[in-house]
C-alpha cells in the first residue's frame, strides 16, 4: 500500500481480554515502531524493530506488552490481560532507516472496557 | 521519560499570523523532527533537521535548531485555518537505535 496502515481502526475490549493489534508498514521500510497515546498526552515509545537486529523493547510498559514482526514486514503488538489504563491510541511507524522520517498510520483507538 | 518539551503548550492565533512553538530537550541528538497530528490520530512528517544543521525551510514552515542550547523552534507563517493541529517535536538522542521521543506537543489553533 501507499502507507502505513493499521487494523483494527477502533478496539472495545473487556477488561481481563488479549488484544492484537496489527501494523503494514510501507514497503521497504526496515524500520518499525510503536508508540502509545493517552488522551491529551503525547507518544509514549514502546518498542523498534531495525531489519533483522534484536528490537530495541525498553518502552514497553510491562510483561502483558508484546510484539513481534514476522518476515521484516508486518508488526503485531499483543496485549495480555487487557486493564483499563491500556485504553489509548497505539500507533505504528515506518521508516527507511532510523534517520529518516518516520511514516505514521492512522492509529488503532484501544478502549477496555 | 519525554526528551522534549513543547512551548508553549497551546497557541491561538488569527490567521495570517505567524506562530512560533519551542521545543527543548535533554541528551544529545542526531537529528529532531518536527510532526503535525490533526484530530488525535496519524502523525504527519513535516520537517527533520540533522544537528550539523542550523536551519531549515519547507514552504511555509521554518525550523531553527541550537544544539549549544538543546532547543529548536518551529516557525509558521501566514498561518491558515488549516494549519489547525497538535504539534510535537521528536529527538532520536545519539544512541543509533532510532526511538523517537517525543514531547508533549503544542495545540495551535488558527482562527479563521
Known amino acids: 500500500g501507499a502507507g502505513v496502515s493499521q487494523s483494527p481502526s477502533n478496539k472495545v475490549t473487556e477488561k481481563g481480554k488479549d488484544v492484537e493489534l496489527r501494523c503494514d508498514p510501507i514497503s521497504g521500510h526496515t524500520a518499525l515502531y510503536w508508540y502509545r497515546q493517552s488522551l491529551g498526552q503525547g507518544l509514549e515509545f514502546l518498542i523498534y524493530?531495525?531489519?533483522?537486529?534484536?528490537?530495541?523493547k525498553s518502552g514497553l510498559p510491562s510483561d502483558r506488552f508484546s510484539a513481534e514482526r514476522t518476515g521484516g514486514s508486518v508488526s503485531t503488538l499483543t496485549i495480555q490481560r487487557t486493564q483499563q489504563e491500556d485504553s489509548a491510541v497505539y500507533l505504528c511507524?515506518?521508516?527507511?532507516?532510523?534517520?529518516?522520517?518516520?511514516?505514521f498510520g492512522q492509529g488503532t483507538r484501544l478502549t477496555v472496557v | 521519560s519525554q526528551q522534549g518539551e513543547e512551548d508553549p503548550q497551546a497557541l491561538s492565533i488569527q490567521e495570517g499570523e505567524n506562530a512560533t512553538m519551542n521545543c527543548s530537550y535533554k541528551?544529545?541528538?542526531?537529528?529532531l523532527q518536527w510532526y503535525r497530528q490533526n484530530s488525535g490520530r496519524g502523525l504527519v512528517h513535516l520537517i527533520l533537521?540533522?544537528?550539523?544543521?542550523r536551519e531549515k525551510h519547507s514552504g511555509r514552515l521554518r525550523v531553527t535548531l541550537d544544539t549549544s542550547k538543546k532547543s529548536s523552534s518551529l516557525l509558521i507563517t501566514a498561518s491558515r485555518a488549516a494549519d489547525t493541529a497538535s504539534y510535537f517535536c521528536a529527538t532520536d538522542g545519539t544512541s543509533n537505535t532510532g526511538k523517537l521521543i517525543f514531547g508533549q506537543g503544542t495545540t495551535l489553533q488558527v482562527k479563521p
Open positions: 524493530f531495525q531489519g533483522n537486529s534484536a528490537p530495541d
Open positions: 541528551t544529545s541528538i542526531n537529528n
Open positions: 511507524a515506518s521508516s527507511l532507516a532510523f534517520t529518516a522520517p518516520g511514516f
Open positions: 533537521i540533522r544537528s550539523n544543521e
